[in-house]
């Protein structure tokens, strides 16, 4: 929580409020931009996790011998992620909606499984979870074979998430 003012007042909550509004508006008005910018945070925070694992890897190394080989593999792939979305930020624009339709469909195969083994304890839940997780499959695969809903859908999540922020730090600011 931001201070408030003797009043009761949070100035600063409420300019949260409003950069966040203003970022909502952006998003929806600009998803192109959105997307890139969203890929070039995405890289940046590649290129710093894959280091942060290299360096781990190798800190650990001098303790434990014969640590897990494939932390290299994570961290080169990290780097080399963020670093090819940094410099072609322009990639992003397919590639978050793609990542996005990816993490949707296992998702929703995850819920598919989790309703099957809630079957005999939670029946209610069963129907609910199973209809959802098909559900799910199916606006996942209509999406990957529409890049531009996929796109859309994205933007309109980051928007949605800025706007959210923006009436929390708004009532914050009250209250």
């Known amino acids: 929580m931001i201070t408030k003012n003797e009043n009761g007042f949070g100035w600063g909550s409420l300019l949260l409020a409003v950069l966040f509004f203003i970022a909502g508006w952006t998003a929806l008005n600009n998803p192109l931009t959105t997307l890139i910018a969203m890929g070039l945070m995405y890289g940046i925070t590649a290129i710093v996790q894959g280091g942060s694992i290299l360096m781990y890897y ?8 014969g640590y897990p080989w494939y932390l290299i593999l994570i961290g080169v792939l990290d780097l080399l992620v ?10 992003s624009v397919t590639f978050l909606p793609m990542l996005f339709v990816i ?4 998702d929703s195969i995850m819920n598919i499984f989790l309703a099957f083994r809630l079957k005999d304890s939670q029946r209610s839940w069963f129907w609910v979870r199973l209809t959802l997780g098909i559900l799910g499959v199916v606006i996942g695969f209509a999406l990957a ?8 859908s994205v933007t309109y999540l980051i928007a949605f998430y800025f706007f959210t922020g923006a009436i929390i730090k708004l009532i914050d600011a009250f209250v």
């Open 145 to 152: 074979a529409n890049l531009l809903a996929a796109i859309i």
């Open 58 to 65: 190798f800190e650990l190394k001098k303790v434990l011998p």
């Open 82 to 91: 963020g670093l090819y979305l940094v410099f072609n930020p322009a990639v």
């Open 103 to 106: 993490w949707f469909l296992i």
